[in-house]
């Protein structure tokens, strides 16, 4: 099994696909402090079912596309709206 990521889908506009902001924390080599970063990975959805602002999990895959190497494995929150 392959590690997999939670993230907070940003952009559901695609046919079958979604885009995915995954956010992680970075040490600062020149203060020391901590940072928050993000990385956006596009992600497969076949039945489509995650709406912008979900909270979801990813895996990556095989390339499906020139982007696309992850996923959807679930949502693990819909969003509040």
Request: charged share 30%.
């Amino acid at each position: 099994m392959k590690k997999s990521v939670i993230g907070k889908v940003v952009s559901d506009k695609m046919q079958k696909t979604i885009t995915v902001e995954v956010p992680r924390r970075v040490k600062e080599p020149t203060t020391g402090k901590y940072v928050s970063r993000h990385t956006t990975c596009v992600a497969h959805d076949e039945s489509e079912v995650a709406n912008r602002n979900d909270l979801v999990e990813i895996m990556p895959t095989r390339p499906m596309s020139k982007h696309k190497r992850w996923v959807l494995l679930r949502v693990v929150q819909m969003a509040a709206n």
